[in-house]
């Protein structure tokens, strides 16, 4: 009797145990032909509920997994679906690897979506995932689709010309915007042309841009963030890539150094890129199609052809171990410079280096991520003038973070450090010299949680920044949440407190300035502010602060077509901007002096608010999409409130790629921007000016100088910008592994006068880019 007994608790603690076990199935998914990790992919057990998609570094994690026997599968659009056996025993952790195959055949329709699944289990608010797939969708100036082009159709950006044009995001600046690749900071992304970055798109896996309302995982910016990760060489075989168009050329060249196997072992590869730019050169082809619109006072950009050019080298080498875990060593050398006809001439150079890893520890839950690297930016402005500008910044950043999986729900936590020195100066229009050299280390930390309760998720996040040069401490709250009100609606909020120290070395006021330095945070600032309601505010903290607030919905009308919807307000409670009122020394002979009229820099507050509409149609063959933003951004600086020259109202972007051809061997790719005109100050009269430069000179009779009277501040609005893009390809398969294209493109199809600068005095106007053909080829092998 007391055997029985003994008997049936054993077997009830058996039954319980595999009752209650639960397991964890981890590991990558991989490209078979390459051996690269697939990202956005989705892995499931067959027939239950239990899933996740796989990371930007192709990692997958499920957990609470009961103990039986199940079939592993991953499914991804162009790929045949792959599975495994599975068995889960009791609370263990298996590591599983797997491969999938492209697809002979392209299938019309499909049934699961990683992306979809996603956006059902994370907030995702104001977020573009993009992929080379998606940039190469876009009309390609110049013969290579770029990064810098496809950013230009975001909901929320605004590009301001074609031509030293910037980015501005959702009302911030350049400076607001951080930019990470594979971890490092870069510190200028684009080229001085505007139309091109120094990312090499072949090279890219993905990029994740934040518009706004961003988690804690990310610090030291107020606006936004630029995430992109570039992907591993080849692990199976020796390929690249060679091509050249109208405006440059690009090689790149991978392979492995230790091959990748599906079973057992690790690999190691190696991926090296190179681009340069002929744009001085070739653009002469078109010498006499420039003079012919100058004559016509059309086009007044230099006839001589356009005076850009650039050079960008990236190299990575990745080892990977048996289970997964890598580490990446990575540098780069970027390169630009301008040499306009009136003698002004401008280079930068950027150039750094680092390592990042991919830890997976085998008896715990955890995915642990590094990143170390050193990067320095440097640029050289010589004016017409005479008067030369520099700036230098440069330093470390270094971090790592952990995360833990539990379902459907995360936790991450981490640090991150970051030592930088900014050395600068210029001299100003009434021969003053600004200058400002200094140090600074920057320490923050996060907490991050995602909850998936039924219907509701939630991301509350929190960072500490610590700024050491300003010697205060930023905490950061971060909330984001999700409602999904049906399969198909689902309803979005997310807001926080940001903080910054770096500044832009130029004004948000400058209408172009190919010039784009660094400074640290200076800390002699102004003590006091007046608000726009005329308070005089006591200013405690020389930090750039925001605050954030966004609503959206999104909609899945069907399989194929896809609404999103945000409407978001930034609030900029303090920035720093160079004070373009200067005119006396900061010293003790001007202590009377009042300091908007003798500081360097000068504190200003602002808003931006607006609403962003995305429609996407997604087939086989055919792709729309159709993005609507309207917004406002408003600055004050304590004595006048204006809108700054990036405050564009409407903001229209139309993009189609469609493929077709036997084979679907052809594409073509068509982009319309449409926007609204950006401010400008307004002529209001000419009068003479006299220097008095003598006390014996007579008014009457002394020659003066031609001076303007200026308007209100930014009051004027420029006409209408408008420009269509067009691009036709061709792919022949020439065998297993090698490929040509050949691709046609022109810019400005139907060569829109879109204004880009006018001479108040001549009444000589400057345009934009004309109607612009290029032709590419690119082989790959």
């Known amino acids: 009797m007391k055997l029985n007994k003994i008997l049936l608790v054993i077997l009830l603690i058996v039954i319980t145990s595999n009752i209650f076990a639960q397991g964890t199935v981890r590991g990558f998914v991989y490209d078979e032909k390459t051996g ?39 499914s991804s659009l162009g790929f045949d679906t792959a599975q495994v056996a599975i068995t889960i025993k009791g609370n263990e952790i298996i590591n599983q690897k797997l491969f999938i195959k492209e697809a002979m055949i392209q299938m019309a329709t499909f049934n699961i979506s990683a992306e979809k699944a996603e956006s059902k289990t994370e907030v995702k608010m104001s977020v573009s995932k993009v992929t080379p797939k998606e940039i190469q969708s876009m009309p390609s100036i110049g013969g290579d689709p770029d990064l810098a082009q496809y950013l230009q159709v975001l909901p929320g950006v605004t590009f301001t010309g074609d031509q030293g044009g910037q980015l501005y995001i959702r009302g911030g600046s350049p400076v607001q915007n951080k930019v990470l690749l594979d971890g490092m900071i870069i510190y200028n992304p684009f080229h001085s042309i505007g139309l091109f970055s120094v990312f090499d798109t072949d090279l890219m896996r993905n990029a994740d841009v934040y518009t706004g309302g961003f988690s804690a995982q990310y610090g030291g910016r107020v606006s936004s963030i630029m995430d992109i990760t570039t992907r591993d060489g080849n692990k199976k075989r020796l390929s690249g890539k060679l091509s050249a168009s109208s405006f440059g050329g690009k090689i790149l060249l991978e392979g492995p150094m230790k091959k990748a196997k599906e079973v057992g072992g690790g690999s190691s590869s190696f991926v090296i890129s190179a681009k340069h730019s002929y744009l001085e050169q070739s653009s002469k082809i078109y010498k006499s199609y420039f003079k012919e619109l100058k004559s016509e006072n059309a086009r007044g950009i230099d006839t001589t052809g356009l005076p850009y050019g650039f050079t960008d080298i990236y190299g990575k080498v990745s080892f990977n171990g048996e289970n997964g875990s890598k580490f990446n060593l990575f540098g780069f050398n970027f390169l630009d410079r301008v040499n306009f006809s009136d003698a002004s001439k401008i280079a930068w150079d950027s150039y750094g280096g680092g390592a990042n890893f991919v830890l997976i520890p085998g008896s715990s839950k955890t995915l642990i991520e590094g990143v170390f690297a050193y990067s320095k930016y440097k640029i050289d402005m010589l004016e017409a003038d005479g008067k030369p500008r520099t700036s230098n910044v440069g330093g470390f950043n270094g971090g790592m973070t952990f995360t833990t999986f539990s379902g459907d729900n995360e936790f991450k936590y981490g640090f991150d450090v970051l030592g930088l020195s900014t050395n600068y100066e210029f001299t100003n229009s009434v021969d003053l010299i600004i200058q400002q050299q200094q140090s600074t280390t920057e320490l923050g930390g996060f907490l991050l949680f995602r909850w998936n309760i039924k ?65 640290s945070g200076p ?37 194929s077509i896809s609404v999103n919807t945000e409407g978001y307000y930034k609030g900029f409670t303090q920035l720093t901007n160079t004070n373009r009122n200067k005119i006396y020394p900061d010293n003790n002979e001007f202590t009377n002096e009042p300091d908007v009229l003798k500081k360097d820099y000068i504190i200003e507050t602002g808003d931006a608010y607006g609403v962003d509409f995305s429609l996407k149609y997604t087939s086989t063959h055919l792709n729309v999409w159709a993005i609507y933003s309207l917004s406002k951004v408003n600055r004050w600086d304590g004595i006048i409130e204006y809108n700054p020259v990036f405050d564009r109202r409407h903001n229209v972007n139309l993009v189609t790629a469609y493929t077709f051809g036997k084979n679907l061997n052809w594409e073509f790719n068509a982009r319309w921007n449409f926007g609204s005109g950006f401010p400008f100050t307004q002529t209001q009269g000419f009068y003479e000016g006299l220097s008095f430069s003598s006390i014996d000179q007579n008014p009457t009779t002394a020659n003066g100088t031609l001076e303007i009277a200026y308007a209100e501040f930014n009051k004027g609005r420029l006409p209408y910008y408008h420009r269509l893009d067009l691009t036709l390809k061709r ?17 400005n199809a139907y060569n829109r006068e879109n204004i880009f600068y006018l001479n108040r005095v001549t009444g000589d106007k400057v345009y934009q880019l004309p109607l612009l053909p290029s032709f590419g080829m690119s082989f790959t092998f």
Request: charged share 20%; net charge negative.
């Open 36 to 74: 690269e990790p697939m990202i956005f992919t989705n892995v499931y057990f067959k027939g239950t509920t239990m899933g996740s998609a796989t990371d930007v570094n192709g990692f997958y994690s499920i957990t609470k997994i009961p103990a039986g026997s199940y079939t592993l599968m991953v």
């Open 455 to 519: 219907k509701l998720v939630l991301e509350p996040s929190v960072r500490v920044q610590y700024y050491a040069s300003l010697s205060e401490i930023s905490p950061e709250p971060r909330l984001g949440i999700k409602y999904n009100i049906t399969d198909w609606w689902r309803v979005k909020v997310a807001g926080g407190l940001y903080s910054q120290n770096l500044i832009s070395a130029n004004s948000d006021r400058d209408i172009v300035n190919l010039f784009y330095g660094f400074i």
């Open 523 to 559: 800390d002699n600032l102004q003590k006091e502010f007046t608000d726009l309601d005329g308070n005089v505010q006591e200013i405690t903290s020389k930090l750039q602060k925001a605050r954030h607030a966004i609503f959206g919905f999104e909609f899945d009308l069907n399989r």
């Open 731 to 747: 792919t022949f398969v020439l065998g297993k592994n090698t490929e040509l294209e050949l691709s046609a493109s022109v810019t």
